[in-house]
């Protein structure tokens, strides 16, 4: 089975994502230098993001991963935020988080995780997303490090998920219609 078979187009190249992170790499070192940094990597879609952004970082810095499921199987959100891999810290009074997130749509995820995480008494906690789909927001929620603004198109790949195949991809490519419609 030839994977890139079932990609439309590529939207992301794997060129434009490697200087996507170098600049987020510079942004988050930047703006952490004085801080302790926890880097939150959320399961699974941040994987290859996160392993790509936390090696150009030039700080020190921990990582740390949750899961949380709102998606079931499809290319819809439900909207229910279910955390079922927790962090099990008990420094957050002294820890600065940053959520690592692969793609920020309905916003309603990464809405929940960042309050749940100030409640629960962290010393700051902000959000950088590899991709944002501004047009699909139906709660108010504005990450902090953007990698990069897309249309509403379902993408796959570099991390990103349909069914749980195309994680591997190295790009970010939209899915052929025929994929999810069948
Ligand atoms: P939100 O709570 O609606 O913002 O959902 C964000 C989550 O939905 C992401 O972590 C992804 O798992 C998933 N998601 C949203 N759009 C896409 C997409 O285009 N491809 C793959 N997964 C997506
Ligand atoms: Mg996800």
Do not use: W
Not at 80 to 88: A, E, G, N, R, S
Not at 101 to 116: H, Q, Y
Not at 140 to 161: H, K, M, N, Q, R
């Amino acid at each position: 089975m030839d994977l890139h078979l079932d990609i439309q187009k590529i939207l992301v190249s794997e060129e434009q994502l490697s200087a996507i992170v170098e600049r987020l790499a510079k942004e988050v070192s930047r703006d952490y230098a004085d801080k302790k940094l926890l880097l939150v990597g959320i399961l699974k879609g941040s994987v290859v993001f996160m392993g790509d952004l936390m090696k150009k970082l030039t700080i020190p810095s921990q990582i740390d991963f949750m899961k949380v499921s709102s998606y079931g199987s499809g290319t819809r959100s439900s909207g229910y935020v279910k955390i079922t891999l927790d962090l099990l810290r008990d420094d957050l009074e002294s820890t600065d988080i940053l959520i690592v997130e692969d793609i920020i749509d309905s916003g309603k995820t990464l809405s929940a995780l960042t309050k749940m995480l100030d409640a629960r008494g962290a010393r700051s906690v902000r959000t950088c997303t590899l991709l944002d789909k501004p047009s699909r927001r139906e709660v108010a929620f504005t990450p902090d490090y953007i990698g990069a603004e897309i249309p509403d198109e379902f993408v796959v790949g570099y991390g990103l998920d349909y069914n749980e195949d195309y994680r591997t991809l190295p790009f970010v490519g939209v899915l052929k219609e025929e994929i999810y419609r069948k």
